[in-house]
């Protein structure tokens, strides 16, 4: 079945410690990306990848790190959590960079205390 | 920066009405992308737009890409209960970047 995985679906933590998301997709998608949702904000970008070790700033990078050192995998970096993280965090991939539907993961609740 | 807008933020309405949600962005965009996410779901793609002026229909939901390519619109006919969720809108800007800008979305509640 074609998806894209989130684990943890949901995690409780403490300020300052270290934290990965991992998302994986088995659709052969060269496009993935993570964003972040918060009431009355809608889903707000934090950073895409258009392939392999290649990855850039969306809208709200600060306070996470990315990498794609393999096509299917894209997890997302807290170094140092902090309670404005507290969000749910969706990871989506899709074919190629524009012009493709994107598929979305089933979202990771997080919180930071 | 970049923002995309939808109204209303809200909306009730009762089974059979009609629905419509707006989506205003500060840019011109490349293309826009409607998604629904059903109460504690994810983002589910609806359809994408390219063209200026652009109208596509499915079923009961038409969707418009506004000339100027900074608008767009959702409307619904007849809504049914499974029409409740939150539709988002999703655009590109026009220019050298592969980035989304998701609107605030529309939760639409529907009344039996």
């Known amino acids: 079945e074609a998806q894209v995985t989130q684990n943890p679906r949901y995690l409780i933590t403490v300020t300052g410690k270290k934290l990965t998301v991992t998302c994986s997709q088995n659709m052969n998608h060269e496009y993935m990306s993570w964003y972040r949702q918060d009431p009355g904000l809608g889903l707000r970008q934090i950073y895409y990848?258009?392939?392999?070790?290649?990855?850039d700033k969306g809208d709200v990078p600060e306070g996470y790190k990315v990498s794609r050192k393999e096509k299917r995998n894209f997890p997302l970096i807290l170094e140092s959590p902090s309670p404005n993280q507290t969000s749910l965090y969706f990871c989506?991939?899709?074919?190629?960079?524009?012009?493709?539907?994107?598929?979305f993961g089933p979202g990771t609740r997080l919180t930071v205390l | 920066g970049q923002q995309v807008m939808q109204i209303p933020q809200y909306q009730h309405v009762q089974e059979g009405e009609d629905f419509t949600t707006y989506c205003n962005s500060s840019?011109?965009?490349?293309?826009i992308q409607w998604y629904k996410q059903r109460p504690g779901g994810h983002p589910v793609f609806l359809i994408q737009?390219?063209?200026?002026?652009e109208v596509k229909k499915q079923k009961r939901l038409t969707f418009q890409f506004g000339e100027a390519k900074k608008n767009s619109s959702l409307h619904i006919t007849a809504t049914q209960t499974t029409d409740v969720g939150t539709y988002f809108c999703a655009g590109s800007p026009a220019v050298g970047t592969y980035k989304y800008i998701f609107g605030t979305g529309t939760r639409l509640k529907v009344l039996a």
């Open positions: 990848s258009m392939n392999v070790e290649v990855t």
């Open positions: 737009l390219v063209k200026s002026g």
């Open positions: 989506a991939s899709s074919l190629s960079g524009l012009g493709n539907e994107q598929f």
């Open positions: 840019t011109t965009l490349s293309n």
